[in-house]
């Protein structure tokens, strides 16, 4: 694969970041990449395999926060009180957890550099917040109006206007996603208009990518 404007290493995929705050439409448009046959990496399925069973995170999770482990996996009800507006709690999972998930990211990644793949899809949730658009080539945010996402959010079983309040002043706002994204796809709109945006992505990135950014906002 040659590299886009010079810019990327020989051999290995462009890397396109996914994100968006909760309940922006994330999940579903990762399926309409996939859907253009474009590999993609979800960090979330990848966090709930290292709570289940086997998986990597249960013992230290067990370890720092004790009684949340239950018949050999992360009991994520037990844990969610345990981090329920303690930052110093979150803090320590988030130190758990990162690590592993980067081992996973890097495994996928060099699988399809073994397909010569031209092209995948990173779906990280807290991208900005973890500063993981720095290992991304480029970003694109879904995003929608703040009343969209809130009824989206809420009409979820258990969730309350105060655990929304809460997990999003742990998320960055949509605005300055917006303003950091290279692309940003519309939620709001019907599916056909985000399928759009998706091929035009997808159909750039692979024919013309444009020239990165000089500088990426902190």
């Known amino acids: 694969m040659s590299s886009p404007k010079g810019s990327l290493a020989e051999g290995r995929p462009i890397i396109l970041a996914l994100t968006g705050s909760i309940g922006m439409g994330k999940s579903e448009t990762a399926r309409m990449f996939r859907a253009l046959d474009i590999p993609v990496y979800d960090a979330d399925a990848s966090v709930h395999a290292l709570y289940d069973v086997g998986g990597k995170a249960?013992?230290?999770?067990?370890?720092?926060?004790?009684?949340?482990?239950?018949?050999?996996?992360?009991d994520r009800a037990l844990l969610s009180r345990e981090l329920a507006g303690d930052t110093t709690a979150w803090k320590r999972l988030e130190a758990i957890i990162h690590p592993l998930v980067g081992e996973v990211q890097r495994d996928f990644l060099v699988a399809e550099i073994g397909k010569g793949t031209p092209l995948v899809v990173m779906d990280v949730p807290l991208l900005f917040e973890t500063n993981g658009h720095h290992r991304a080539d480029y970003v694109a945010v879904v995003s929608a109006p703040e009343h969209v996402q809130r009824k989206r959010v809420l009409e979820r079983p258990g969730m309350t206007e105060e655990k929304l309040d809460e997990i999003m002043a742990r998320q960055l706002h949509d605005d300055h996603k917006r303003a950091r994204?290279?692309?940003?796809?519309?939620?709001?709109?019907?599916?056909?208009?985000a399928r759009e945006h998706v091929a035009a992505i997808v159909r750039i990135l692979l024919t013309d990518p444009p020239a990165k950014q000089a500088e990426r906002l902190p």
């Open 58 to 74: 249960v013992a230290p999770i067990g370890e720092a926060f004790p009684g949340t482990v239950r018949d050999g996996a992360v």
């Open 181 to 193: 994204a290279d692309f940003v796809i519309p939620t709001d709109r019907g599916l056909d208009v």
